[in-house]
């Protein structure tokens, strides 16, 4: 093969809103390059998003029931913070 000949890759052709230019970026499979015709469209099957929610599931320190323990924790605690200055103001 000389130089002169070049071989022509596949371009995405996805145009610009603005210039209304094709994109110029070699095209995958699916004819768009990875920025117009991305990879993945996600999980579509239930299994599939399940296994997506585990694997971005970090510590689960603010889930619902948590908030809720917390929240009695907290009040718990107030009101045991009232009746000790009630305690104290009385003398005991």
Known sequence: MKK????????????SKRTGKPCRQPAMRNGRCRLHGGKSTGPRTKKGIDAIQRKHFIHGKYTQSN?????????????????????????F
């Open 4 to 15: 002169s000949e070049v071989i022509p890759l596949a371009l995405c052709g996805a145009k």
């Open 67 to 91: 908030l809720i323990e917390f929240e009695c924790a907290y009040l718990l605690l107030r009101k045991a913070k009232s009746r000790l200055q009630e305690i104290v103001r009385l003398g």
